[in-house]
């Protein structure tokens, strides 16, 4: 069975990004460029399947500009057999990434597509669920298992209340939530070899897609900052002040 | 024309997130109908039916929207969108499982987690977990949109009238069952609309810690949250998680324990109107959001607290 997984070009975890003193966009000049943590789980998740002799290809797919290839690269160190890149310049909306998506699985045909349940720069949660309905197949949204078994896979998901458990037809969607696996670390041999596996590049007209912008980004502004409070010197202070002063309790 | 939003609910009553939900709705300005597609949910429908300022409340009762699967229950919303400019979910869990399915239906791109309506065009959210603050604007003629329930006060549940009509769509997509869940039973007040939450850290040192929060939410009718380091370590279920990656919430008073304050754990407290901070590293980020910030060993300060409420 054939896995594609995507993945995302981000800031890093670690950055503090920063509203532009104009307010037209964030800063990213000269910040460090990752994979998307919840990608780079999706990457684990399609490696453990191959591991385990349920897949029998894995394939990295991104999208955005050159710089995106070193995503797929780092995909492909980490076990997946060859890469794609689907060549977009600027931001893309999620509606847009999903519709180019689709047209890769069209010409892949996977059985299980699995994307990161979210990106940390635009926190919108929407590609995977989006591409599920282009596509008519189902979903497994916030995934913290998966078993393939047979013609279907089983997703056991993270849900406000606890967890839900939903079977599904293949072809299907995964996205994955934090504790689905604990992603692995790139060998300098396999970082190497990685180098060397095939990587495609479609443009966006090859796959049939307009990119389209439905979306303006009027301005961009650091959060309503809080002050910080005083410091109490003992539980006393700390229940009289919450019942005096605050009158929270 | 006008505004649809979606409940959520457990088929009997109204998961609170709706009023918010309802809320939101209201500040986009047209006549609001809410939906509630479910399996047995009469009385969900009922109590949709009683929320002021909802115009009618549309039922769908059939056993395909049981447990609403998104492949089916986005079929039955986009058919439905046709006739209403916006629809609008609370953004949780289930509200961020369906609605982008919706919004690629009907091709338009999908506004998330609003936090105020600055248009009925122009949105506010937050990006880059909590760090920057985007105000969007959509071409879209139909806007799909998911809200922060944390974002809007709730409307009243009670003193409406609205009109309840039978849609007798059903959609099967046939792609996807439900096999079951494990809810996290606790008498404690849900986590999102508690008045009062008290979370754990890595400061904590283990799951058995958490204990010592049990007697102090029982005193302040809190529910019991944790740090996402806390979770990765093992010491508690994921869905006590706070912060961008887990859950937001804005109660009254949130008290961090052993918590050092990432970014990530504040994105998902920082609204909260009283913060209290209890941590033994005086420097710990945490202290900079704090109101009130009390420096000690969580393992001393902790037994104090609860014998003196």
Known sequence: ?249 | MGTLVVAEHDNATLNPATLNAVAAAQALGADIDVLVAGNGCGAAGEAAAKVPGVGKVLVADNAVYEHALAENTSLLIAELAAGYDNVVAAATTSGKNIMPRVAALLDVAQISDVIAVEAADTFKRPIYAGNVIATVQTADAKKVITVRATAFDPVAAEGGSAAIEVVDAVHDAGLSSFVGEELAQSDRPELTAAPVVISGGRGMQNGDNFKLLDGIADKLGAAIGASRAAVDAGFVPNDMQVGQTGKIVAPDLYVAVGISGAIQHLAGMKDSKVIVAINKDEDAPIFQVADYGLVADLFEALPELEGKL
Do not use: W
């Open chain 1, 1 to 249: 069975m054939k896995v594609l997984v995507a993945v995302k070009r981000v800031v890093d975890y670690n950055v503090k990004v920063r509203a532009k003193a104009d307010g037209s966009d964030v800063d990213l000049n000269n910040v460090k460029m990752s994979i998307n943590p919840f990608c780079e789980i999706a990457v684990e998740e399609a490696v453990r399947l191959k591991e385990a002799g349920v897949a029998t290809e894995v394939i990295a797919v991104s999208i955005g500009d050159k710089a995106c290839q070193e995503q797929i690269r780092t995909a492909l160190a980490l076990g997946a057999d060859r890469g794609i890149q689907v060549e977009t310049e600027g931001a893309v909306e999620p509606l847009v990434v999903a519709k180019l998506l689709k047209g890769v699985v069209e010409k892949e045909e996977p059985q299980l597509v699995i994307l990161g349940k979210q990106s940390i720069d635009g926190d919108n949660n929407q590609t995977g669920q989006m591409l599920g309905a282009l596509a008519g197949m189902p979903q497994g949204t916030f995934a913290s298992v998966v078993k393939v078994d047979g013609d279907r896979v089983q997703v056991t998901r993270e849900v406000d209340g606890g967890l839900q458990t939903v079977s599904l037809t293949l072809p299907a969607i995964v996205t994955t939530d934090l504790r689905l696996n604990e992603p692995r670390y790139a060998s300098l041999p396999n970082i190497m070899k990685a180098k060397k596996k095939q990587l495609d590049v479609y443009t966006p007209a090859d796959l049939g897609v307009e990119v389209t912008k439905h979306l303006t980004l009027v301005k961009v502004e650091p959060p309503a900052e809080r002050q910080a409070g005083i410091k109490v010197e003992s539980v006393d202070e700390l229940v009289d002040k919450l019942k005096n002063e605050a009158k929270v309790i």
